[in-house]
């Protein structure tokens, strides 16, 4: 049995389809479970075509859609079950709303990085006026249930908070080892950066903090291996592919350069 995680993804369209051409074509066996690790949005400027693709991608082959602490604000936004979703706008939220308007946006997060000031609030004054919206004494509040499609709402209401396999837990950020998963409070599977999942019965592969790709794997001393290789900021998006029959030290790891789009793989 194998199921291949994928980190966070934060608006990343273009790497995200070179890693899932990569893995489709070199990868992936009849079988295999793609399970995605949350924070599919912000920041990054191509939050919609992401979403758009996984539901393409979904029709074809067996996903399961880890909800991410982005997810988690957003959603409170919707109506849904969420938390933080006062702090949606100031963590990359923007960006995402931006990218359901036809306003042209720069090419990723790390070229908006280099922008003046001048000209990133020209940007945002351009998208804003075009997201629904809603003016509150002036300022601008986004009219959340007109930004989406019907599809996309439901895509963020069904994330689920963790996927337990017989041979490792996908969550978001971590796990509270004293509370099975269904007894877990999303905030700490969401939010909480602990250090280790000593003591939880697998090992437990997540994301949400970015870190280098030398550091992935702490299976010894942690019990977990962290995905999330910052390809937002320029780093890597990282696929690992968790086989029952390996043990995880051996489970490869397949990356995509944010500036290079080159593909390599590791263990
Ligand atoms: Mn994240």
Not at 36 to 65: A, H, N, P, W
Not at 79 to 104: I, K
Request: with cysteine.
């Amino acid at each position: 049995m194998r199921y291949i995680g994928i980190g966070d993804i934060h608006g990343c369209f273009d790497e995200l389809k070179v890693l899932m051409e990569y893995l489709i074509k070199n990868i992936y066996k009849d079988g295999d479970i793609f399970v995605f690790l949350g924070d599919y949005i912000d920041r990054g400027f191509q939050s919609k075509q992401v979403i758009d693709y996984l539901l393409e991608l979904k029709e074809e082959y067996t996903c399961t859609f880890l909800k991410g602490n982005h997810e988690d604000m957003l959603n409170q936004n919707l109506g849904f079950s969420g938390n933080y979703g006062e702090y949606f706008l100031m963590n990359g939220g923007w960006h995402t709303l931006a990218s359901y308007t036809d306003v042209r946006l720069p090419e990723s997060y790390t070229e908006y990085k280099k922008m003046s000031r001048e000209q990133k609030s020209a940007l945002e004054e351009e998208y804003k006026i075009r997201i629904p919206h809603i003016k509150n004494y002036g300022s601008i509040v986004p009219d959340y249930q007109k930004v989406f499609s019907d599809n996309h709402k439901e895509f963020f209401k069904d994330l689920v908070l963790g996927l337990q396999t017989p041979f490792c837990l996908f969550v978001h950020s971590t796990v509270d080892v004293d509370y099975p998963l269904d007894k877990q409070c999303p905030k700490t599977v969401l939010w909480e950066r602990n250090s280790d999942c000593l003591g939880w019965p697998t090992v437990v592969v997540h994301g949400h903090t970015p870190i280098k790709l030398e550091i992935i794997k702490n299976v010894e001393s942690y019990n977990k291996i962290n995905i999330d290789t910052g390809c937002v900021f320029g780093d890597y998006l990282t696929a690992i592919v968790c086989d029952e029959s390996q043990k995880p030290e051996d489970w490869k790891l397949i990356h995509v350069s944010a500036k290079t789009k080159e593909v390599t793989e590791s263990r």
